[in-house]
């Protein structure tokens, strides 16, 4: 099962943009969410995730400027990103967390200065 993100696209720092996952229903109702992103020449990193109660996580670099949700009717998860800075610029996926599912393409992100 490949999950494929979307959303991304070409922003000036302190843009905003919002990130969109859709799962099918057996996935997303029995995982984690997360989001991870993996900047040129970087290895992937963990952004955030949500657990199917809406409790969510965030590394220190996005936290009050990124913000993850998730629609358990429409079996999607979201990524509000906000105050975007150039050192946001990445591909980003989705995918569960632990990362137990097949790696999509992503979707990128890039903050021009």
């Known amino acids: 099962v490949q999950l494929q993100a979307s959303g991304g696209g070409l922003v000036q720092s302190g843009g905003s943009l919002r990130l969109s996952c859709a799962a099918s229903?057996?996935?997303?109702?029995?995982?984690?969410m997360a989001w991870y992103r993996q900047a040129p020449g970087k290895q992937r990193e963990l952004v955030a995730y949500?657990?199917?109660?809406?409790?969510?996580v965030y590394t220190d670099s996005v936290k009050g400027r990124f913000t993850i949700s998730r629609d358990n009717d429409k079996n999607t998860v979201y990524l509000q990103m906000d105050s975007l800075k150039p050192e946001d610029t990445a591909v980003y996926y989705c995918n569960a967390r632990p990362a137990i599912l097949r790696w999509g393409q992503g979707t990128l992100v890039t903050v021009s200065s």
């Open positions: 229903r057996s996935i997303f109702s029995s995982n984690v």
């Open positions: 949500i657990s199917s109660g809406g409790t969510t």
